[in-house]
């Protein structure tokens, strides 16, 4: 008698996905369907976070301490007093407006208003300076120190404004965290189900593939193959419907740059966007489909 090697029974993923997709219909359209808004409401909610912190760090570097000089402050001492700022490691930027610069800006702010202008000269406009610090939490005692400052009038410090756009993008993130792990639960739940239903109906072969020596990373290799698969699939379908509004959005306002959080003046175009989130899309829909597949069969491979 020869004995011969016994050879572990084998079937296409791919015919295997076909068979799954052809008896569950309803389910597998239901699973693809959830999963793609799932990835959706994930890049909405990325691109909020993007947005949001891209808003607050352009505000960041608008945000600026205005000092105002008495008239007897000359302008030797006002530049003066600008170098001197200038030195220090914790301003970016100093601006001197001259009182003519001051009506200048004056008269453009209220050009529809031609009865003002006539009793507005630059003698009785202040002088200033304009000081943004590199770090926004400076800008505070920089204000308390100028304030101080011999000759200064008053300081102008519109710190209210961030703050409360900070409070709404904390509010933003906390509401697009959730619904993210919400979705990305349901789309676990449903990956979950799916499987263990294909495994339920072919349990009988799963357990003979044991019994006649099939490796648990044979039985399991097809089922998380097809996890992946429909996981996967979903995310295409995602990157393609935010590549197409991309396109929609570029045709509609032209090409547009995005400026990057916690950067000074660094763009990216909106495309280079979309094609960076369309990556992380597709790889959290691969990580998705590995996990839920690999739990679904998880109790199924202890015969």
Do not use: C, H
Request: net charge positive.
């Amino acid at each position: 008698m020869f004995l011969t090697k016994r050879r572990e029974p084998t079937m296409n993923n791919t015919k295997r996905i076909i068979e799954t997709i052809r008896k569950e219909k309803v389910l597998s359209i239901a699973n693809i369907l959830i999963m793609t808004i799932t990835f959706l409401i994930l890049a909405i909610f990325l691109t909020l976070v993007f947005a949001t912190q891209s808003a607050l760090t352009y505000l960041e570097q608008q945000t600026q301490v205005t000092a105002f000089f008495e008239d007897d402050f000359t302008e030797d001492k006002i530049l003066t007093l600008k170098k001197e700022l200038e030195k220090d490691e914790r301003i970016f930027s100093v601006e001197y407006v001259s009182k003519q610069k001051a009506l200048e800006i004056f008269m453009e702010l209220n050009k529809d208003e031609p009865l003002l202008l006539e009793s507005v000269s630059a003698n009785i406009l202040p002088a200033s300076i304009n000081v943004k610090t590199k770090q926004i939490g400076d800008l505070q005692v920089v204000s308390e120190e100028l304030s101080k400052v011999q000759g200064v009038e008053g300081v102008k410090f519109f710190r209210d404004v961030v703050d409360s756009f900070k409070s709404i993008a904390k509010v933003i993130y906390a509401t697009g965290f959730v619904l993210s792990g919400v979705f990305l639960f349901i789309s676990y739940s449903a990956i979950v189900l799916l499987l263990r239903t294909y495994i339920n109906r072919r349990g009988t072969e799963l357990e003979i593939q044991k019994l006649v020596g099939a490796s648990n990373a044979y039985v399991k290799k097809p089922i998380v193959a097809q996890g992946i698969f429909f996981s996967v699939i979903s995310g295409v379908k995602a990157v393609l419907i935010i590549f197409l509004f991309t396109g929609i959005f570029q045709i509609i306002y032209g090409p547009q740059d995005l400026l990057v959080p916690f950067s000074r003046g660094v763009t990216i175009s909106v495309w280079i966007y979309s094609t960076v989130l369309g990556g992380i899309i597709l790889a959290s829909s691969y990580f998705l489909g590995l996990i839920g597949s690999s739990s679904a069969v998880k109790k199924y491979l202890e015969y």
